[in-house]
């Protein structure tokens, strides 16, 4: 390598730098432009959802709205609720109810999947004993398995159980589908505690148990955190399992989503702003977390 | 309420000429117990011939589920909202819960849930096939008690399509057939100022309006049930009732060269540019809006459309059956279509005898307010003030009063193992990548 | 004292690991072979043992399963050869400190945090052949070449036109991964570098890209295991999935899973895991050997 980039050694600073500014140019332009394919659907979808269906359709498909109909929005928290002003006695689940119904399974699942994988890793890296080698490379075969595989033989064998359109039926499976990737990042997090932590726990008198409450999980809060918004999103987005498991008290975000569009015509304006609804708060989130939501994803991949 | 009177008539007369589309008589296998608890209710209810066993006392609630399609989108919808919402009062001590699920999404979920034995009492169904499949298994209550009480409001003949083997499994809500809306502005600046009366007409009025700029026909490609609704006419106009309602449900090869025939018909209509090619990829939500929006002249779809177009200020459509193409095989009056939308009740429910009651009162009310809101025509004898449906549903039942026979949805009167292959090869036509002979040579080496 | 019962606490440590694990990922794998080598119509009904005949019958026209697995390997293609070089692009042009990097990386990821059911609806609109932005765009500059049916419409574009929100939504997580490595690589490397006169260019094929291999390995898997697996996206523009030009193994799986032909959606699912694990070991090799 040092061979031929010494042939080059003859080239003075001077035009090094002069290209470089051109350089730097094109490299904005690229940078910028890239950025602006990114957003223009987001400001697409913004404006779409302001705007009421034949403006969408026609008059007027890439400006800002002429009549800025924020009634969209409102009509998106009507939807399922009310008939003529008075509320019907059923929970046609909203799309508020949708939202805690997705919080509600990307928590659980974070804290079972997060206990799981803890647990299993502090065995296989932690304590000494025959086969933790073979297991762990069998358990990270988990990552390269598609979750598509599991649909059928599961939706039979949850529908045996009779635990089929309930929180469980989501919560199960997408735990055990970051089970692996879980694993892997607190590998990588735990192999970085120094054993001589564990040897004077043990010293002091702490068992297995209390090595591993006292010790080590206080130690990988941080991976906890990363692990955690990492399965956050994984969840919060899984629309496949969702649509075929959930019932309408347990839909969550992306199957409200999808049944925005009905089998009839459709109101652009209000699917439109049922989408940037669905959207809004992860965005949100993102700006104030967006350091650690990026590691969250890093990290896997960098530790593997 | 003499116009109510002389709807009711039509609607009789229509109803008279069943017969044709019942696909009761397919032989269906009556389960070999493989689930016990639904043998014992149905039996259970067969025995016990007495009505009033009403389990449910005035302080004890019962819980029932149901789930149907009528998803906000729906033009359903408000009419399940209305019904319900006056169940309520009628039974108070039923505590009702409903889900209304996509389309497409609740046909793959009410199979699954049915064969793991997860429905809920009350379930929406397509009559037929799609029904006929879970009573096969012996997963639905048979309503023949239930109904027998309802005998003056809802006739015999709309029942065809949800008996088997003599026995009634189904609710039926409102009926509809395909027809043809055409876009009378659009046909108008064509020079036409009447709806084509044959084939031969329509041929032509379609070439002036390509000539006039404007796109004859509208067809969502991405929904391939859309496509039936073009191409079902075609071959029926071009076969006959007879041989298609054999093929679909009794079980007559495809492997017939009218079939080929119409296959090719249609094509001939894509290739010379009848057809909005915009609509390869649309969803039937868009291809419906371009017609209302005037960008295509004719729409052929279901008549719950109806009342979506009457709704639309100064949109003038007219509604008319797809014309003759073999006048010495089809005829005027052929149509396809029936009662296909129905309830039916699951026979593990646990309080299967009070949900067909309520099943059969909810229908009831559903076709009630379906057809006053132009969803469709009833199924059960209309009542009330029906002086302010709209003029195209009343268009429609006057098509139906002059019925000669009706062949249900080729998706619905199929069985869903036929339905997928049919439905694949129906694609591809629309898709320009099989041909007439190709269609019907792909059918019969997949269904027969 | 644990000494003694050691085994006993192991277990206990790995017991709720193993009990998703075993329960929800290998019981599936076992199953799909067992329910694939039977007719199953209904999940109650395993109908008759029927061998291999549900594999040898995913190849027939009727279930064209080929090419579905064809439309995968050109997503997959698409993925390797177009969206990672981009990203690596990115990658390489934001590692070298460029003002405002943060804010860069962070719209670009963004997308990676819309559900692609979103997505694919508001693909969907923009692709509308009559009023999408796509549409309009060609209509403003005057451009011809656009299919009448739209680029989701038309059979030669579907793929292309399935592959580019794929690349808007991904495109930003894969340069995150790279970034990672181009940032980690010793800045003292890269002056030593260009002290003795390397250009960017030169800087980037012989030091940095070397130094992030790793990481491009697993970006390739990704890529190529997401395109097997893609189906959010599909199941929005494909609706009701009758032969459309952009059929894949997932959109096949999901519909025959539920359409009385269990057997058939399980002869796919097992397919599907051994096509994903051959192209996690043929990459992992083919990185191994360069080494």
């Known amino acids: 390598m040092a061979s031929s980039l010494s042939s080059h050694s003859n080239l003075d600073m001077y035009s090094v730098r002069k290209t470089s500014k051109f350089l730097k140019a094109l490299i904005y332009c690229g940078l910028v432009l890239w950025l602006l394919i990114d957003l223009f659907p987001l400001y697409y979808l913004f404006t779409f959802s302001l705007k009421s269906s034949s403006e969408i359709t026609g008059t007027n498909v890439i400006g800002l709205p002429k009549e800025w109909l924020w009634s969209n929005y409102s009509r998106v928290f009507g939807l399922g609720k009310k008939v003529d002003g008075k509320r019907l006695f059923f929970a046609n689940g909203g799309i508020e109810k949708c939202f805690s119904n997705s919080l509600l399974i990307a928590v659980a699942t974070i804290v079972i999947c997060l206990v799981a994988a803890l647990m299993a890793t502090y065995a296989i890296t932690r304590i000494v004993w025959r086969g933790r080698e073979t297991l762990n490379s069998i358990l990270m075969l988990g990552i390269t398995i598609p979750m598509h595989v599991a649909l059928y033989p599961i939706y039979a064998s949850f529908s045996k159980m009779g635990i089929l359109r309930s929180y469980s039926s989501l919560i199960i499976p997408y735990a055990a589908f970051s089970l692996s990737m879980a694993i892997m990042v607190c590998t990588g997090f735990m192999n970085d505690i120094p054993k001589e932590l564990d040897e004077s726990a043990c010293i002091d008198g702490c068992g297995l148990w209390g090595t591993f409450f006292h010790i080590i999980v206080p130690l990988m809060k941080p991976a906890l955190a990363t692990m955690g918004i990492y399965i956050f999103l994984t969840c919060w987005n899984e629309f496949m399992f969702a649509s075929v498991f959930g019932d309408e008290a347990h839909y969550t975000l992306p199957v409200f989503v999808s049944n925005l569009k009905g089998s009839n015509i459709t109101d652009w304006g209000l699917v439109g702003a049922g989408l940037l609804l669905a959207t809004f708060p992860m965005l949100i989130v993102y700006v104030f977390m967006s350091r650690r939501i990026q590691e969250s994803f890093m990290v896997g991949a960098v530790k593997g | ?448 | 004292m644990y000494r003694k019962n050691k085994g006993i606490h192991i277990f206990l440590f790995l017991l709720p690991a193993l009990a998703l694990f075993i329960g929800v990922l290998i019981y599936p794998i076992f199953a799909s072979v067992h329910h694939s080598l039977f007719e199953y119509r209904t999940f109650t009904d395993p109908g008759q043992f029927v061998g291999f005949k549900n594999y040898t019958d995913l190849f027939t026209p009727q279930y064209d399963f080929g090419k579905a697995i064809i439309n995968a390997l050109i997503l997959a293609a698409l993925s390797v050869f177009i969206q990672l070089p981009l990203a690596l692009g990115l990658a390489l042009m934001l590692g070298k400190g460029i003002k405002g990097e943060r804010v860069y990386l962070s719209v670009y990821f963004m997308p990676v945090l819309i559900s692609a059911v979103v997505i694919g609806m508001l693909w969907e609109k923009i692709y509308n052949p009559i009023y999408g932005l796509v549409t309009k765009t060609f209509e403003y500059f005057n451009w011809s070449g656009l299919p009448a049916a739209g680029l989701l419409g038309d059979k030669k574009t579907a793929l292309l036109a399935v592959f580019i929100p794929t690349i808007w939504q991904y495109v930003g997580y894969h340069m995150l991964l790279m970034y990672a490595g181009v940032k980690s690589v010793s800045p003292d490397l890269r002056e030593a570098a260009m002290l003795d006169g390397a250009t960017d260019s030169q800087i980037n094929r012989y030091i940095i890209i070397p130094c992030i291999k790793p990481i491009i390995k697993v970006s390739i898997i990704f890529a190529i295991t997401g395109s097997l697996k893609s189906y959010d996206l599909i199941k929005v523009f494909a609706k009701d999935a009758y032969n459309c030009s952009y059929k894949v193994p997932s959109l096949l799986l999901v519909r025959y899973a539920f359409h009385n032909a269990g057997g058939i959606a399980s002869a796919i699912a097992v397919l599907m895991i051994i096509m994903c694990f051959a192209f996690a070991i043929i990459i992992n090799q083919m990185f191994k050997e360069r080494d």
């Open chain 2, 1 to 448: 309420m003499k116009k109510f009177k002389r709807l009711a008539a039509i609607l009789l007369a229509g109803a008279m000429v069943f017969g044709l589309a019942a696909c009761g008589e397919t032989a269906v296998n009556t389960p070999a117990s493989t689930d016990s608890t639904d043998t014992t209710t149905v039996s259970a209810s067969t025995d016990t011939a007495s009505t009033d066993v009403a389990p449910a006392t005035t302080d004890e609630k019962v819980k029932l589920t149901m789930w149907c399609i009528a998803t906000e989108g729906d033009s359903n919808r408000a009419s399940y909202e209305k019904a319900i919402a006056d169940m309520k009062e009628k039974y108070p001590n039923v505590e009702f819960e409903w889900e209304a699920i996509e389309n497409e999404t609740y046909k793959t979920k009410i199979a699954a849930a049915m064969a793991a034995n997860e429905v809920p009492d009350i379930f929406f169904t397509w009559s037929c096939a799609f029904l006929g499949d879970f009573v096969k298994e012996g997963k639905v209550y048979c309503l023949d008690d239930t109904l027998a009480k309802y005998s003056s409001e809802l006739p015999e003949s709309m029942l065809g399509n949800t008996t088997y083997d003599g026995k009634h499994y189904g609710v039926p809500l409102t009926m509809n057939i395909v027809a043809l809306f055409a876009n009378m502005d659009l046909l108008a600046q064509a020079g036409w100022d009447k709806v084509p009366e044959n084939y031969d007409e329509l041929m032509q009025c379609c070439d002036d309006l390509v000539a006039a700029g404007i796109i004859p026909f509208g067809c969502a490609g991405g929904e391939t049930w859309c496509v039936t609704e073009y191409l079902e006419p075609i071959i029926q106009k071009t076969i006959g009732s007879q041989a298609l309602n054999d093929i679909f449900v009794n079980g007559a090869t495809y492997d017939n060269p009218d079939v080929a025939k119409a296959v090719d018909t249609f094509q001939s209509m894509i290739d010379k540019g009848y057809f909005d090619p915009a609509g390869a990829s649309l969803p039937n939500d868009d291809v419906k809006q371009n017609f209302i929006d005037g960008r295509t002249a004719f729409y052929q779809n279901g008549t719950w459309n109806c009342a979506d177009f009457s709704k639309v200020d100064g949109l003038n459509v007219k509604v008319t059956e797809f014309p003759v193409i073999d006048s010495s095989k089809s005829k005027l009056g052929q149509l396809i279509g029936g009662p296909s939308d129905t309830l039916a009740v699951s026979a593990s429910s646990p309080n299967a005898e009070l949900a067909a009651e309520y099943a059969a009162e909810l229908g009831k009310l559903i076709c009630h307010y379906g057809y006053l809101d132009g969803c469709g025509l009833p199924a059960w004898i209309p009542y009330g003030d029906t002086s302010n449906i709209n003029p195209l549903t009343q268009a429609v039942a006057e098509i139906c009063a002059n019925a000669d026979s009706y062949v249900l949805f080729g998706d619905t009167a199929q069985s869903a193992v036929d339905k997928d292959p049919y439905l694949d090869a129906v694609a591809k036509v629309y898709g320009k990548e099989l041909d007439g002979a190709g269609f019907i040579a792909e059918l019969k080496q997949n269904i027969r």
